[in-house]
T-cell receptor, first 110, second 117 residues
Framework: DAKTTQPTSMDCAEGRAANLPCNHS???????VYWYRQIHSQGPQYIIH???NNETNEMASLIITEDRKSSTLILPHATLRDTAVYYC???????????FGKGTTLSVSS | GAVVSQHPSRVICKSGTSVKIECRSL??????MFWYRQFPKQSLMLMAT?????????EQGVEKDKFLINHASLTLSTLTVTSAHPEDSSFYIC?????????????FGPGTRLLVL
């Protein structure tokens, strides 16, 4: 069973921030939140991950609530190339595989 | 980010033949690699976990005699689809695990599209 819940789809205007929510209410203390995206017909691309603190890299920011039951991935200035399926994944044990849910299809339009 | 390659990117084969797909970690060593399969309009499904120097661990419902996995080195894992049939047509994606602890991250290859006629 999926450990995360994400909206099926979202739309975003080019140049605006895209905020993708994820609920993981059953997350345990040692589980990390990972975000990946998959552009059509390609392998998933790593975006960012975190445990409890907010994280930022060149691609995105990850905001995790204090109770860790939800998080938001922020793409600060969405472009058409950010159109993809975004997966929020909680992973429980080191060395184990990521288990993918259905993700959120983000459509960025001009 | 880390680079994982797959070869071939796409392959067409006849029913009953075998197909080998290679997965390489190009700029890091990977003790653990994973194989996924993705059907159209569906999410990725984990097939097996491949550990260097040992037998792969298969997910429930995945036939180990049909999907042979070999992880002979720290940079190469192979998936052989034996006696392929049209229902095996799918998008096969590998990934490699890099780092430990807080830095542990899975990096994915570009995928191999298999079409069995």
């Amino acid at each position: 069973d999926a450990k995360t819940t994400q909206p099926t789809s979202m739309d975003c205007a080019e140049g605006r921030a895209a905020n993708l929510p994820c609920n993981h209410s059953t997350i345990s203390g040692n589980e990390y939140v990972y975000w990946y995206r998959q552009i059509h017909s390609q392998g998933p691309q790593y975006i960012i991950h975190g445990l409890k603190n907010n994280e930022t890299n060149e691609m995105a920011s990850l905001i995790i609530t204090e109770d860790r039951k939800s998080s938001t991935l922020i793409l600060p200035h969405a472009t058409l190339r950010d159109t993809a399926v975004y997966y929020c994944i909680v992973r429980d044990q080191a060395g184990t595989a990521l288990i993918f849910g259905k993700g959120t299809t983000l459509s960025v339009s001009s | 980010g880390a680079v994982v390659s797959q070869h071939p990117s796409r392959v067409i084969c006849k029913s009953g033949t075998s197909v080998k797909i290679e997965c390489r970690s190009l700029d890091f060593q990977a003790t653990t690699m994973f194989w996924y399969r993705q059907f159209p309009k569906q999410s990725l499904m984990l097939m097996a976990t491949s550990n260097e120097g040992s037998k792969a661990t298969y997910e429930q419902g995945v036939e180990k005699d049909k999907f042979l996995i070999n992880h002979a080195s720290l940079t190469l894992s192979t998936l052989t689809v034996t006696s392929a049939h049209p229902e095996d047509s799918s998008f096969y994606i590998c990934s490699a695990l890099r780092g430990r602890g807080r830095q542990e991250t899975q990096y994915f290859g570009p995928g191999t599209r298999l079409l069995v006629l």
